[in-house]
């Protein structure tokens, strides 16, 4: 059975206070690894795919990045306006284009 | 881009009525669709995954009866929850994947649902 495990469940960070996010996970075989941003009350925003191990993708002040066990969503300086859930999934090889959740990190960054 | 709208984006009902939730992809084609829902401060709780002309694939322990799930077309799925009970309040969320070359979902706004 796929699992996904993200941690910490919170974090609290000062306005500029760089921290990583953690995702691991086990799956029979990884086809892709998904990063989502989830503001209150809203869908989750897509932000990164990643598909291999060494793989790293950036955007803004995140960069994510990927090992054959677990992903890294790196906050480099981050602003009150990243404060939001930040949702993992896994999506295994195969014929089933259904993923694997995580529970999610909540993030508030105070100015 | 890659946009999925949902209508309504929130709606209170009374207990025993039926509601529709529109979900449609609005600038690709999906293959596939899901629908989930999501309780205060917890993940989100696949419920269904809907394939274009075909009948949806329910998750264990959710009734498919209760909740109709109809794929019409490439860009379109709806949800209906017939005869809503107060638990049946939730935020229901959809997603649409992309066809090839992308296995990443996109997801809509969400739903709000009160059943009184």
């Known amino acids: 059975e796929d699992q996904v495990t993200q941690s910490p469940e919170a974090l609290r960070l000062q306005e500029g206070e760089s921290s990583s996010l953690n995702c691991s996970y086990t799956?029979?075989?990884?086809?892709?690894l998904f990063w989502y941003r989830q503001d209150p009350g809203k869908g989750p925003e897509f932000l990164f795919t990643?598909?291999?191990a060494g793989e790293e993708k950036e955007k803004e002040r995140l960069k994510a990045t990927l090992t054959k066990k677990e992903s890294f969503l790196h906050i480099t300086a981050p602003k009150p306006e990243d404060s939001a859930t930040y949702l993992c999934?896994?999506?295994?090889?195969?014929?089933?284009?259904?993923?694997?959740f995580g529970r999610g990190t909540s993030l508030i960054v105070h100015p | 881009g890659a946009v999925v709208s949902q209508h309504p984006s929130w709606v209170i009902c009374k207990s025993g009525t039926s509601v529709k939730i529109e979900c449609r992809s609005l600038?690709?084609?999906?293959?596939?669709m899901f629908w989930y829902r999501q309780f205060p401060k917890q993940s989100l709780m696949l419920m269904a995954t809907?394939?274009?002309?075909?009948?949806?694939?329910?998750e264990q322990g959710v009734e498919k009866d209760k909740f109709l799930i109809n794929h019409a077309s490439l860009t379109l799925s709806t949800l209906t929850v017939t005869s809503a009970h107060p638990e049946d309040s939730s935020f229901y969320i959809c997603?649409?994947?992309?066809?090839?070359?992308?296995?990443?979902?996109?997801f809509g706004p969400g739903t709000r649902l009160t059943v009184t």
């Open positions: 799956v029979s075989g990884l086809r892709g």
């Open positions: 990643l598909y291999s």
């Open positions: 600038d690709f084609q999906a293959t596939t």
């Open positions: 999934a896994v999506q295994p090889s195969g014929g089933s284009y259904i993923p694997t």
């Open positions: 809907s394939n274009e002309g075909s009948k949806a694939t329910y």
């Open positions: 997603s649409a994947h992309r066809l090839a070359n992308s296995y990443e979902q996109y």
